[in-house]
């Protein structure tokens, strides 16, 4: 049963903390990205990566960090530097054209 | 920065309607896709178009595309609750990577 899978699906976190999300993907891709969304508003882009040990930022990278020591995970930490890192988080690998996301994860900081 | 804009941002009908929605973007592309987003998931793929073609058809969903205007058009024909969600278009500006760029959505709800 190929796919993409987020855990966990709801995270709480104290200001300060660093938290680390998890995708995984046994669809074979070599590209996986990471989105955040925000209420009502479309998908921003904080990181990509094309191939293993290879990671480019996206559009808002910062307070951000990621690795990809395996073709199958891409997992995100955000790091106390984000300042407003409450948002649902998505992450999708991709095939040619198309992308195939996971079911996301909704952090709140409290 | 955001490729695409999609219009509405909402959109209410009646089942059995036919509802259309639009996306503009800047740059050329070479191709641009729609994608589905039930409240609180991930995304759906539904439809690719390229930049050679101008219609595609899959199911009860049809897709234009003009590049002169830089926009494209999703129909949903005859549409049920079950539609109801956000769609989003993808773009990929010519040049370099496949980098897809999504715009805001519109937010369709279907009564029934």
């Known amino acids: 049963d190929g796919g993409i899978t987020q855990s966990p699906k709801y995270l709480f976190r104290k200001e300060g903390q660093n938290v680390t999300l998890s995708c995984e993907q046994n669809l074979n891709h070599d590209a996986m990205y990471w989105y955040r969304q925000d209420p009502g508003q479309g998908l921003r882009l904080i990181y990509y990566s094309q191939i293993v040990n290879d990671f480019q930022k996206g559009d808002i990278a910062e307070g951000y960090s990621v690795s990809r020591e395996k073709k199958e995970s891409f997992p995100l930490t955000v790091t106390s530097a984000q300042k407003n890192p409450t948002a649902f988080y998505l992450c999708?690998?991709?095939?040619?054209?198309?992308?195939?996301f996971g079911p996301g994860t909704r952090l709140t900081v409290l | 920065s955001q490729q695409g804009e999609e219009d509405p941002q909402a959109l209410s009908i009646q089942e059995g309607e036919n509802a259309t929605m639009n996306c503009s973007y800047k740059?050329?592309?070479?191709?641009l896709q729609w994608y589905r987003q039930n409240s609180g998931r991930g995304l759906v793929h539904l439809i690719l178009i390229r930049s050679n073609e101008r219609e595609k058809h899959s199911g009860r969903l049809r897709v234009t595309l003009d590049t002169s205007k830089k926009s494209s058009s999703l129909l949903i024909t005859a549409s049920r609750a079950a539609d109801t969600a956000s769609y989003f278009c993808a773009t990929d500006a010519t040049g370099g990577s496949y980098i897809p760029t999504f715009g805001r959505g519109t937010s369709l709800i279907v009564h029934p």
């Open positions: 740059t050329s592309i070479n191709n």
């Open positions: 999708a690998s991709q095939n040619v054209d198309e992308q195939f």
